[in-house]
């Protein structure tokens, strides 16, 4: 078999299977050097042997004769009609493997078998019984077009017999989710094994396909304390640690709430000892946290994952640097030894989409941290939850790290035997921040204090619950010096505001700036003032941190600086945030200020904890814990396998669709002719750096709008968008979505009157 492997091609570059091979071998190598005891010894001869017959069904002819012929090597003959290649390489591979059933169990060949057939997505319908009996007829159909010039012309019942007991073993045991969910309930080694073969295969052949990417960068050898207390000294800061940090470092699984601008990042930095993963909701805090763990751990250390962390990167690198893509393409890799990323990278493997073993397999030796856990959605928690508990049992270490818990979570982590600490006296802030007034009044009868206030020299934050509120809030505001800050900007535009609001608070005064719950956790601001509209505790509370958030002393201010707007537009806010948990929250924090209106760190804390536990959502008979239990009954039911854009979509749960507004329609056409045109260029990574430097150039022209104002049946017909080009995901939005610097995306009258829409659907 050695000779055909040296003379049939694995790829299209001219790569042969020997040397494909032997590119996987060396991956494995590397593996095995930073991580040599991950693996049993058994473990690591299943391994190789899946790497030796991971690719032998490329050996089939109809492979082979879509491949460009190599002159060096001895072509296959391909005179005759080629018919579709619709059974995958991998299912042919194990016919391959008979010759081994003396040399290992059933189980251990069923190991690699699975690992084979897994490998690429392609092939799932074949997982079933009568899945498997149409891949066998096939097989035996058409084995003389796929194998006779290997001097096989038929499938002998050996073989046959040979190949459906391990398929069928599979399907009865691991290829249900049933299956998989059981095994991981049971905690068997069977199931570790098996997740770690299949998973590191997957691993190791992305890892030997790609130029410059390798399975591991070498880990991070320095002690980690010495290196916060040495980022600590760069940044003029006293080199010690703080008590929290100190009496939680070295703590195993760990949920801890802790107060804002305490050290929770320096925690982190020092609690995690092996490859770490740092998770957070959005993709504004994770750029702002790679910054700083690069700090403290250096550039070529940390990556940045999430979905447009390449043109991120991209951005701050110097012109045609060409590390920047190495850099990404391990940081994809699951390669570098911290990454920080969303939570959809990573979290949504629990829904076992083709290939899911590949995050669990790397999750097994890591650390992960997961930062303000309540800020994510139930669609969103009861998927984290469920993953955890499947990931400690394979090896994973967590932190939690959050400023408020809600009650239901603690329960949930607490269950999975976790030390969950939510009250240590030296994780609480015990400054005075926040003076709070409740105003039976709704925004707009609140316009002419707010000018006042910052007439009066102070910055003032609105925060509002809807896009469409926050741009009549800004029409409708009387005073000069405003801005407008919410989702529906194009993210070039989005990013320029985002660094302006970051700036003006700390350089100018009398500033106010309108906003969504967007600025709510990913923005690092410090307003002096905040009115905000009503809405559940935890947003609320989020929402206060914006304000008076980086100074050491009390806010002794006679009025308060913080308003809440309990009158709100049930019509345009009930679908964001039920009425339900926005009037307990209101009655929560009036019971929770002191006698002269201030809200304490520590009745925040106790707030958001009865406002989302069990007993008080079945009180108010809430949406949120009948979203809770939906999305753990999707979880405890056999679903179909999900691909995993769609389970991405599902976790993600923010049903937006990113289109360019139509005014940029002919700058994006000239964009797309310049692309097409890179082919011309023969030095690949230039090719490639000029590509991203294009599409980074048509991304920042995107904006994400809600999904249901392009599918609503009555907006469908009237056709909302156009398709640039599918490939690259580029769609235009029709003129009548009117954009501009000033206000974002919206819709205007003249066209709700044209086109007799609803105006709740743009709400």
């Given at each position: 078999?050695?000779?055909?492997l040296?003379?049939h091609?694995?790829k ?10 032997k ?9 095995n050097r930073y991580?040599?005891n ?9 391994l190789k ?8 069904g ?16 001895k072509?296959?003959k391909?005179?005759?009609?080629i018919?579709?290649d ?31 057939i ?16 149409l ?23 050996e ?5 459906k007991?391990?398929?069928d073993?599979?399907v ?16 068997d080694?069977?199931?570790k ?9 997957i691993?190791i052949?992305?890892?030997?396909s ?11 050898k ?5 290196l916060?207390?040495?980022?600590l ?41 092996r490859?770490?993963?740092?998770v ?10 790679f910054?700083?763990?690069k700090e ?9 994952l999430h ?7 991209f951005?701050?690198?110097?012109k ?10 391990n940081?994809?890799n ?59 049992k ?12 809600p009650?239901?979570?603690k ?6 035997g ?11 802030d015990n400054?005075?921040r ?7 009044k709704n ?12 007439e ?8 509002v ?30 990013k320029?505001?985002e ?9 100018s005064k ?15 601001i410090?307003?002096?003032?905040l ?13 206060m ?5 980086h100074?050491k ?34 009655k ?11 809200l ?6 106790k ?21 809770w239990?939906?999305?753990e009954?999707?979880?405890n ?7 995993k854009?769609?389970?991405q979509e ?16 002919e700058k ?17 990574e230039e ?6 430097e294009?599409l980074?150039?048509i991304?920042?022209?995107?904006a ?18 156009e398709i640039?080009d599918q490939?690259?995901n580029?769609?235009l939005?029709?003129?009548y979505?009117?954009?501009?610097d ?16 609803d ?5």
């Amino acid at each position: 078999m050695n000779n055909y492997l040296q003379t049939h091609l694995a790829k299209s570059d001219g790569t042969t299977l020997e040397e494909h091979i032997k590119d996987l071998l060396y991956q494995f190598d590397i593996f095995n050097r930073y991580y040599p005891n991950l693996l049993t010894d058994e473990e690591k001869e299943l391994l190789k042997v899946a790497i030796e017959y991971h690719d032998y069904g490329k050996l089939n002819r109809l492979f082979q004769c879509k491949l460009p012929v190599n002159s060096k090597l001895k072509p296959v003959k391909c005179n005759w009609k080629i018919r579709d290649d619709k059974i995958p390489h991998q299912y042919l591979s194990p016919l391959f493997l008979r010759k081994l059933e003396n040399e290992f169990s059933f189980e251990e060949l069923s190991f690699v078998i699975y690992s084979i057939i897994n490998h690429h997505a392609r092939g799932r319908e074949f997982l079933n019984y009568s899945g498997i009996d149409l891949l066998i007829s096939e097989i035996e159909e058409h084995i003389s077009n796929f194998f006779s010039h290997l001097g096989i012309t038929s499938l002998s019942e050996e073989t046959k017999d040979f190949y459906k007991n391990h398929l069928d073993y599979i399907v009865d045991n691991i290829a249900t989710i049933e299956g998989l969910n059981n095994r991981l309930k049971a905690d068997d080694d069977f199931i570790k094994t098996l997740i770690k073969i299949a998973g590191l295969l997957i691993r190791i052949d992305h890892s030997a396909s790609g130029e410059e990417l390798v399975i591991e960068e070498e880990p991070i050898k320095e002690n980690r304390e010495k290196l916060f207390l040495k980022d600590l000294e760069d940044n003029k800061k006293p080199q010690k640690l703080r008590p929290f940090q100190e009496k939680f470092k070295d703590k195993e699984n760990l949920v801890l709430v802790a107060d804002t601008g305490l050290g929770k990042t320096g925690l982190a930095a020092i609690w995690s000892k092996r490859k770490m993963f740092y998770v957070l909701p959005n993709r504004t805090s994770t750029n702002a946290m790679f910054e700083t763990m690069k700090e403290i751990f250096g550039n070529d250390k940390v990556g940045l994952l999430h979905s447009t962390s390449l043109f991120y990167v991209f951005e701050n690198a110097e012109k045609e640097d060409f590390t920047v893509l190495r850099d990404y393409d391990n940081t994809k890799n699951l390669s570098k030894p911290i990454t920080i990323s969303t939570a959809d990278q990573l979290f949504t493997a629990v829904f076992k989409y083709p290939t899911y073993e590949k995050i669990y397999a790397t999750l097994s030796y890591c650390d992960i941290v997961i930062d303000e856990i309540q800020g994510f959605d139930p669609a969103q928690i009861v998927p984290i939850l469920r993953q955890v508990k499947e990931t400690t049992k394979l090896g994973a270490r967590y932190l939690i790290i959050t400023a408020t818990l809600p009650q239901i979570i603690k329960e949930e982590f607490e269950k999975l035997g976790f030390e969950v600490k939510t009250n240590d006296p030296d994780t609480i802030d015990n400054t005075k921040r926040h003076k709070v007034k409740i105003l039976e009044k709704n925004i707009f009868e609140t316009l002419e204090d707010i000018v006042k206030i910052a007439e009066s020299g102070k910055n003032v934050l609105v925060l509002v619950n809807t896009v469409s509120i926050a741009q009549e809030v800004y029409q409708k505001l009387n005073y000069k010096d405003k801005n407008l800050l919410h989702s529906r900007f194009i993210w070039e535009t989005r990013k320029d505001k985002e660094d302006k609001i970051k700036k003006d608070y700390k350089t100018s005064k009398g500033k106010i700036w309108i906003s969504t719950q967007l600025v709510e956790a990913s923005l690092d601001i410090d307003f002096d003032v905040l009115f905000t509209e009503a809405a559940p505790a935890d947003s609320l509370i989020q929402r206060m941190g914006r304000v008076w958030r980086h100074r050491k002393e009390d806010y002794k201010g006679k009025e308060p600086n913080v308003y809440i707007l309990s009158q709100v537009d049930e019509k345009r806010v009930s679908h964001v945030y039920e009425k339900a948990l926005r009037e307990e929250s209101l009655k929560l924090i009036n019971q929770h200020l002191d006698n002269e209106g201030y809200l304490l760190s520590e009745e925040k804390r106790k707030i958001v904890e009865i406002l989302y536990s069990r007993e008080k959502l079945e009180e108010l008979n809430s949406k949120y814990f009948e979203r809770w239990k939906e999305v753990e009954k999707v979880l405890n039911s056999n679903w179909e396998y999900l691909f995993k854009k769609e389970a991405q979509e599902i976790f993600r749960d923010t049903f937006t669709f990113e289109a360019i507004p139509h005014r940029f329609k002919e700058k994006v056409k000239k964009l797309l002719d310049e692309y097409k045109n890179l082919k011309d260029i023969e030095n690949k990574e230039e090719r490639r750096f000029k590509k991203i430097e294009i599409l980074k150039k048509i991304n920042d022209l995107k904006a994400p709008i809600p999904v249901y104002w392009v599918l609503n049946e009555e907006v469908k017909d009237k056709n909302p968008y156009e398709i640039l080009d599918q490939n690259l995901n580029i769609y235009l939005l029709a003129k009548y979505f009117v954009y501009d610097d000033e206000l974002g995306i919206r819709i205007d009258k003249k066209t709700l009157e044209k086109y007799q829409f609803d105006e709740e659907i743009f709400i």
